[in-house]
């Protein structure tokens, strides 16, 4: 009976030994399962969550790059040509012209119809097809600011003493204004070329016309139009030598109770008013500088710089240095051959240095053309009174 009891006790306890085997084994593989699966699950939410942060980056990046394209549009200006346009539009004095009748007008812009070269482009003659003779100017891409300010400028402010913008055509890639034809070229041609001769009291007209003209824009209802580059290339001479102000691609309007504005320095080297380089005011009295200098070349027929003497001096200290000598007939130019009047001359000349001065305030144009007027008088009666004097 132990023998049995014994054995059975074994056999229970190796069943027992097995089932808790089974148990365990089956527990483990129930357990292998579930992590299995717990694993699955956790790479799953791993992958979406990378692939949320990937659409999301790919979002931001997307309504960056549309952000900034939108700024662009706001900060950027339109087309060039679209700008013009647009002015144009506004402007109904100012007559588009086909870019057909351009060309037709200027032979294909042959080179024999160049009549000048300023720094916004080459300037052409041609007859339009009214059989009008005019002066093309070919705007270069970059100047187009040249076109806005001049027709924003000359469209609409007409005098006899300016030249006259006729139209404006605006192509894909490139702009032409129109301007009445001056036959008899500008100032400096007449000044400064050896086959070329303007008589005492022609030179007076001229200034007179040129301070007329600019006198007129510094008084404009619409507030003061300051030109920034009056010299004697831009002083344009009409059939009858009547001066006309030309080239406004540099102008600046000084609203009505303002004094000036401010600028980056811009004009020509020689006429350039020393106190807007300092100050980079824009106002008239940079233009009565310029002017002055001008008058200095009329009387004197040079250039503002003679770079060919050992030591070169402006044109305004030589005829401070000459007038304080009281030699101011030795400032008189070579081609007057001594056909002008003493009273007049000296006259013009201490205008002109009153214009340039750097020590006190300078004259209003209206106060120069009044001076001016008054030479001119002086000339007329001296050469009525003594005819072999002076030719006119």
Request: glycine share 8%; with cysteine.
């Amino acid at each position: 009976m132990r023998i049995k009891h014994w054995d059975y006790m074994r056999g229970t306890n190796k069943y027992l030994g097995l089932r808790r085997i089974v148990i365990t084994q089956h527990d483990q593989t129930k357990e292998g399962g579930e992590d299995k699966h717990h694993g699955i699950a956790t790479h799953t939410w791993i992958l979406l969550g990378i692939l949320l942060v990937i659409a999301l980056l790919v979002v931001s990046a997307i309504c960056f790059v549309l952000k900034r394209c939108h700024n662009r549009k706001k900060t950027n200006p339109p087309p060039k040509n679209e700008v013009i346009k647009d002015i144009l539009l506004k402007k109904p004095s100012c007559l588009e012209v086909p870019i057909k009748e351009v060309y037709t007008a200027t032979n294909n812009l042959h080179q024999s119809n160049v009549i000048g070269q300023g720094t916004a482009g080459k300037v052409y003659k041609g007859i339009m097809s009214t059989h009008q003779q005019v002066a093309i100017k070919h705007i270069i891409e970059e100047n187009v600011d040249t076109v806005i300010r001049e027709v924003t400028s000359l469209s609409h402010v007409k005098h006899p003493n300016l030249v006259s913008l006729l139209g404006c055509c605006v192509n894909e890639d490139e702009c032409f204004l129109i301007y009445e034809l001056c036959p008899n070229g500008n100032l400096s041609e007449w000044i400064f070329g050896k086959d070329k001769a303007l008589s005492w009291i022609r030179r007076l007209e001229i200034a007179v016309g040129s301070a007329t003209g600019l006198s007129f824009l510094h008084t404009y209802p619409e507030g003061c139009i300051v030109h920034r580059d009056i010299k004697p290339t831009n002083i344009l001479l009409g059939p009858n030598f009547e001066a006309k102000l030309s080239d406004f691609g540099l102008s600046k309007v000084i609203e009505a109770g303002q004094t000036h504005v401010s600028s980056e320095v811009r004009g020509t080297f020689g006429y350039l008013d020393p106190k807007y380089q300092d100050n980079r005011r824009v106002n008239s009295s940079g233009d009565v500088y310029s002017f002055g200098i001008v008058l200095l070349q009329i009387l004197s027929g040079k250039k503002v710089v003679n770079l060919n003497e050992d030591k070169p001096m402006s044109l305004d200290k030589r005829a401070k240095g000459l007038t304080k000598g009281g030699n101011t007939m030795e400032f008189a130019d070579p081609k007057l051959d001594g056909e002008y009047s003493v009273e007049a001359f000296d006259l013009t000349l201490r205008l002109a240095l009153s214009c340039t001065t750097m020590k006190q305030e300078r004259p209003s144009m209206e106060q120069v053309l009044v001076i001016l007027q008054e030479a001119l008088e002086i000339s007329t009666r001296a050469k009525a009174s003594s005819p072999e004097f002076m030719s006119a």
